[in-house]
């Protein structure tokens, strides 16, 4: 099964179409697209959203693909020292957005990340997003808490693997996890793809080809 790189049109940007420039994660929205499209995963859980781009962006890769995944979006919609602190019109917004364009895939939980545990039942999550409080304490806790939630041969993500200051500490956590079979992305402050449970067949041959894959999304990275 080889891994296409789709050139995909984005629903939201009909409505929020300053969206990519307002994210961190505007660079990565094509292999995160790409990656559902490829993988087709039951469940997808992302912790931190914000204003939604990441989060829409598999959303549109389900909805396209018609492959039945369910996405779901944890976050407190208040912010914090790292995100900023933002108004209910942000969540008000993300909702609006959601229930527009992919109201069969999305699901949006308001609420912290350890209370939104017990929500999801062990080895059920097959994509994990984390791009939360970004303190190597605070993704180090989420990563381990939410661990057991994943999925055999699911895959975790995580932003900022590339961020040396203002307190983020992803980049620790990352260096630790590479022992397991991986994809890096150096652009958009840094996107860390890893397998910990085991890599799944198909994803062998894209693992050996990261370094061609690397090179393909940081030229695209502002399509």
């Keep these: 099964m080889a891994w296409n790189y789709y050139n995909p049109v984005f629903a939201y940007e009909s409505v929020a179409p300053t969206l990519k420039q307002w994210s961190a994660w505007s660079g990565h929205?094509?292999?995160?697209?790409?990656?559902?499209?490829?993988?087709?995963?039951?469940?997808?859980?992302?912790?931190?959203?914000?204003?939604?781009?990441?989060?829409?962006?598999?959303?549109?890769?389900?909805?396209?693909?018609?492959?039945?995944?369910?996405?779901?979006?944890?976050?407190?919609?208040?912010?914090?020292?790292?995100?900023?602190?933002?108004?209910?019109?942000?969540?008000?917004?993300?909702?609006?957005?959601?229930?527009?364009?992919y109201p069969k895939v999305a699901t949006l939980i308001r609420n912290t990340f350890d209370g939104a545990l017990p929500l999801f039942a062990d080895e059920s999550?097959?994509?994990?997003?984390?791009?939360?409080?970004?303190?190597?304490?605070?993704?180090?806790?989420?990563y381990q808490s939410w661990l057991p939630k994943l999925a055999k041969d699911g895959v975790v993500l995580f932003h900022d693997t590339a961020v040396r200051a203002n307190g983020f500490g992803v980049y620790r956590l990352w260096e630790q996890l590479k022992v397991h079979p991986h994809l890096e992305f150096d652009h958009g402050f840094g996107?860390?793809?890893?397998?910990?449970?085991?890599?799944?067949?198909?994803?062998?041959?894209?693992?050996?080809?990261?370094?061609?894959?690397?090179?393909?999304?940081?030229?695209?990275?502002?399509?």
């Design 125 to 142: 999550v097959d994509v994990l997003h984390i791009d939360g409080y970004h303190t190597y304490e605070a993704v180090y806790h989420d």
């Design 29 to 101: 929205r094509r292999f995160a697209y790409d990656l559902i499209r490829f993988m087709k995963p039951q469940t997808l859980v992302e912790l931190g959203t914000h204003w939604g781009l990441s989060f829409f962006s598999f959303c549109q890769a389900a909805a396209d693909g018609r492959t039945g995944t369910r996405c779901y979006a944890v976050d407190s919609w208040v912010g914090d020292d790292h995100a900023g602190h933002y108004p209910e019109t942000v969540y008000q917004t993300v909702g609006a957005i959601a229930n527009a364009f």
């Design 191 to 223: 996107l860390g793809v890893v397998f910990p449970k085991g890599c799944p067949e198909p994803f062998l041959e894209v693992v050996k080809n990261g370094a061609q894959m690397k090179l393909f999304y940081e030229r695209t990275q502002h399509l």
